[in-house]
């Protein structure tokens, strides 16, 4: 990643400190992201070092929690053995004097602590802002004061429309437009730095030379000039992480954007504005006294110090825990019946065919829809189903990208009235366009200087009834603009439109490539059932504004209605299963594809299109609907273990489905929270087994994969997403603080981007507390992903080696990849190999 060396360029320099950045996306299109995703070319303790050296942060448990989950039994004796051993295997230079006697009078000490400990770095801090060690000789709170300038600044500069005055200086670039703000801007030197318009006045308006310059004038040395700014833009992780979203999607668009520079050149400015207040401050406290190895050179990292002690207990503790969770996962897998047994295919095939998400709170339905009748067959797949789509509502001119985030869009399809004449189209718009802009002006009316006290006088009890149906939980919550301009008796033909028009639709040949792709890379080319349904996933909440982070990761943190219709619509179209048989993919006639949601929130199954089903199949829709009823009413009895009420008591079923429409609820589900593995396997391989909603699946049949392709894909989309979200839990539960988002009851939206706790500071980037803990234990358990392929290692291995970043994974502890191969579980080491677990 980085090399600090003497001759290094500036250029480069800022480069790799914008890479080890995680974006961060906003509420409207929220998704987890692996924190660390800009360090994962480096090994797990490597990165922590690293970290360590710029941010208070931490990315392992304390020691009490890996004491509580020993003396708990979640691991024992053998699983730290194990764990001692890997952990020599991987670091050897760090563990070559550490014993099992170290580690077990680490996790046997102290065990009756009552108080969890915050996360710390035991000293390992080298780089500090100059704000930092003003604060830290004086008592003062500058940096502080200065995160919430900076907060100010960028919510009104990307604001979207929350506020009712924006900013004028919104079309120039973020650095330029703050420097013309800061020219006029009295507030800093009220909060003490003495002539800040002045020195705005001075600074270039080129963020670069900007930077440039400042860092002369400081005197920082420079080989310590990466991680100063690495330390000074992580002194702002949550503005850095957005405007790191808006530069990587400039650049997907092939446009160039230099507001994280700008964000940089910003924050070092006010450091360097506030020592010419403190101008008695040794500057040099910022950094090491001696000169620090390079953050990208391993081996001196080794030679130089190390992790402490407590660092390589809590490390080994916690490759304990994970061995404790691997080695009970790959037994239950390894206990099935045998290939010959649980490969072979009926006679007849199956009533319905159920694909879903490969999302963790799809298993526990799955299982239970297997469970209340055998005429069923489930699949897992990637939730937006091979449609990498942007999907445009009705009346609007660009939409949402229904992908994974590390895809683009290939096509676009728009929402109109299936079915019905242009003019009704057309009043359907403009009816549309009217109420929102109605809805606009009302807006104004209620949140404006001028009337806003009025408003609430005057017409506040017309709320009255609103006020009670929300408390109360008696209106469900449905997306407000949804139905906008579309009359109740049209409501049911809201939908995608495919018909190929300009650039928008799909083209007859790309429906075929579609269909092709989506059902080979599922393994569904034969066999078909009468019914299939596939089925997306989203979620139903109120008054939450990461609403986004509950729906469907795949579809780009939005549910995945649009992409299943569109899905079922391709596969029902007579002339695209006619080019299907050409590709040797025969579709009998008598199948239908009906497109579904599963509402996570509720556990209810909503399906789509039913009018449009031929009247044979009516029988078996009136079975299905019977089915999944009972399917979601023993999901919600087994969700309701986990969610508890304010007596710590479990909730009923019925409570669960209040949960989604309190507008004061903190939890209404608890999402992906518990995620530990991701199984890549025929459905055999885990049919029947409980796992609790902790696990991934996605079908996979290596018999019928001869090239690889569909192994690729899996290893290179599927796996990393849900890596992404694995660590995103991790960091989350690891350290709150940094990481994750806080206490949900004390947030305040900003600019419609992000949120803050209270009235100011920083963005949040991860998840809510109330997402990984239910105020006595916590819901999530911070482990590494555990991937468990069933295919030979040799195929795993080839797709390693020709995909560096995977390869990074893999090998760098970010996760852990198995393979079933003949039976046995092997476990993947990096350059050590692979080994029988």
């Known amino acids: 990643m980085i090399t600090l060396a003497p001759t290094i360029s500036l250029h480069d320099i800022l480069t790799d400190v914008q890479n080890v950045i995680a974006p961060l996306w906003p509420l409207k299109d929220y998704v987890a992201v692996n924190p660390f995703v800009g360090l994962t070319q480096h090994r797990f303790l490597s990165a922590k070092e690293k970290l360590d050296r710029v941010r208070d942060a931490d990315i392992l448990m304390p020691l009490e929690y890996f004491q509580r989950q020993f003396s708990g039994g979640a691991f024992t004796i053998e699983d730290i053995e194990i764990a001692l051993t890997q952990c ?170 230099d507001d994280l520079i700008g964000l940089l050149a910003i924050r070092l400015a006010y450091d360097a504005a506030w020592l010419d207040a403190y101008s008695e401050l040794d500057i040099a406290l910022c950094w090491p006294s001696r000169e620090s190895a390079p953050l990208g050179d391993e081996t001196s990292f080794a030679q130089a110090q190390g992790p402490s002690d407590d660092v390589l207990i809590r490390y080994a503790l916690q490759v304990a825990t994970e061995t404790a969770y691997r080695r009970k996962l790959a037994a239950d897998l390894i206990d099935r019946p045998t290939p010959a047994q649980s490969l ?29 009748s055998d005429e069923i067959e489930t699949f897992g797949f990637a939730g937006f189903f091979a449609m990498a789509m942007e999907y445009v509502p009705l009346g609007e001119s660009s939409g949402s990208a229904q992908c994974p985030v590390l895809l683009s869009p290939g096509f676009q399809v728009r929402e109109g009235l299936r079915g019905r004449d242009d003019k009704s189209q057309a009043n359907a718009v403009a009816c549309r366009r009217i109420t929102r802009a109605a809805r606009g002006v009302w807006k104004s009316f209620q949140s404006s200087a001028s009337s806003c006290f009025s408003f609430v006088e005057s017409l506040g009890f017309l709320y009255a009834g609103k006020l009670v149906s929300n408390t109360f939980g008696f209106s469900r919550p449905v997306a407000k603009s949804h139905f906008d301009g579309v009359k109740p008796a049209d409501r049911d033909s809201l939908g995608p439109i495919l018909h190929h028009h300009g650039h928008m639709g799909i083209t007859d040949a790309k429906k075929v490539d579609l269909a092709e792709g989506m059902l080979r890379n599922l393994g569904l080319t034969e066999n078909f059932a009468k019914l299939v349904v596939v089925c997306g996933h989203g979620s ?298």
């Open 88 to 257: 020599c295997a991987e670091y050897p230079a760090y563990y070559e004097e550490f014993t099992m006697t170290t580690i077990l009078r680490g996790v046997r000490e102290n065990q009756n602590v009552v108080k969890m400990s915050m996360p710390n770095t035991h000293g390992q801090r080298k780089y500090r802002t100059i704000a930092e060690v003003i604060d830290r000789q004086h008592g003062t709170v500058f940096t502080s004061m200065i995160t919430g300038e900076i907060s100010r600044h960028v919510a009104a500069h990307y604001d979207e429309g929350q506020a009712a005055w924006p900013s004028p200086w919104k079309h120039l670039p973020l650095f330029e437009a703050w420097r013309e703000a800061a020219m006029i801007d009295r507030r800093p030197e009220k909060l003490g730095i003495t002539g800040f318009r002045e020195f705005a006045k001075r600074l270039s308006s080129s963020p670069h030379k900007a930077i440039e310059r400042q860092l002369v004038e400081l005197g920082i040395p420079k080989e310590h000039w990466c991680e100063y700014l690495l330390c000074q833009l992580l002194s702002i992780p949550g503005w850095a992480g957005y405007v790191k979203y808006r530069v990587r999607e400039a650049n997907m668009s092939g446009m160039s954007d």
């Open 540 to 837: 139903e909440t109120a008054n939450n504004p990461y609403k986004a982070g509950l729906d469907c990761g795949a579809c780009g943190g939005h549910a995945g209605e649009s992409n299943a219709r569109v899905a079922a619509s391709i596969l029902n179209d007579h002339s695209v299963r006619e080019a299907l048989q050409g590709r040797e993919i025969m579709i009998p006639g008598k199948t239908w594809f009906l497109a579904a949601q599963h509402i996570t929130t509720t556990d209810e199954i909503e399906f789509f299109d039913v009018t449009e089903m031929p009247t044979s199949m009516a029988e078996a829709l009136d079975e299905l609907c019977r089915w999944t009823r009972e399917a979601s009413e023993l999901t919600r009895v087994e969700r309701a273990i986990r969610m508890r009420g304010n007596d710590g008591a479990p909730v009923s079923g019925r409570d669960l489905i209040a949960r989604s429409r309190d507008w004061s609820e903190v939890r209404p589900e608890w999402g992906l929270a518990g995620n530990a593995a991701f199984v890549v396997a025929p459905r055999s391989r885990t049919a029947s087994l409980k796992l609790d909603g902790r696990t991934f699946l996605h079908n996979y049949d290596f018999i019928n994969d001869k090239e690889l392709k569909v192994l690729e894909l899996i290893m290179t989309a599927p796996m990393v997403v849900t890596n992404w979200i694995n660590l995103q839990y991790y960091a989350s539960t690891v350290d709150n603080q940094h990481y994750g988002s806080g206490n949900k009851a004390i947030h305040n939206v900003v600019g419609q981007l992000g949120v803050v706790l209270g009235n100011g500071g920083d963005l949040m980037t991860g998840l809510l507390w109330q997402s990984i803990h239910d105020g006595s234990t916590y819901q999530h358990e911070p482990l590494r992903l555990m991937v468990v392929i069933e295919a030979p290692r040799k195929a795993i291995q080839s797709v390693l080696d020709k995909h560096p970043g995977v390869h990074d994974l893999a090998s760098n502890g970010w996760l852990t990849l198995s393979a079933i191969e003949n039976e046995v579980v092997f476990q993947y080491f990096g350059e050590l190999g692979w080994k029988v677990m």
């Open 344 to 372: 072979q295919e009926p006679e007849t095939s199956k009533l319905v065919q159920m694909v879903f998400c490969i999302d963790v709170r799809s298993e526990v339905i799955r299982r239970n829809l297997e469970v209340v």
